[in-house]
């Protein structure tokens, strides 16, 4: 594939549906990429039968752009900024399981702990 055409192709890239954007983005954070995300999640869960030992590993996934639940923890060596991941994973083969991206606190609610 040509750089041109994957320019063209990821600039009328959409995830999620403009008009009712809003409203979601109000409730949800990730609205422009939750279907998609689910959608990934899910296909991690179905497609792997884990073994007996698994462990939950927690990752800043560095990230520089523009979103509006980033994290910043000064003492990660890599990068300080970044998108705060929880993955499950499989011991003995590494798999990741499930994910789930950390959106920070949701408006009126308590801030999530443990």
């Not at 003492?75 to 789930?100: A, D, M, V």
């Not at 991206?101 to 408006?107: N, Q, R, V």
Request: contains cysteine; aromatic residues 14%; hydrophobic residues 30%.
């Amino acid at each position: 594939m040509s750089r041109e055409r994957f320019t063209q192709i990821t600039c009328s890239l959409r995830f999620d549906d403009k008009p009712s954007r809003e409203a979601r983005v109000a409730t949800n954070k990730m609205a422009y990429v939750q279907e998609l995300f689910d959608l990934w999640s899910k296909a991690l869960r179905e497609n792997y039968l884990p073994y007996e030992f698994l462990c939950v590993d927690e990752q800043l996934f560095p990230f520089k752009g523009r979103c509006g639940f980033k994290q910043y923890i000064p003492t990660e060596p890599r990068s300080k900024y970044g998108l705060k991941r929880f993955l499950l994973c499989c011991c003995r083969t590494s798999y990741c399981c499930n994910i789930q991206l950390y959106t920070g606190k949701a408006p009126g609610r308590a801030a999530e702990k443990n």
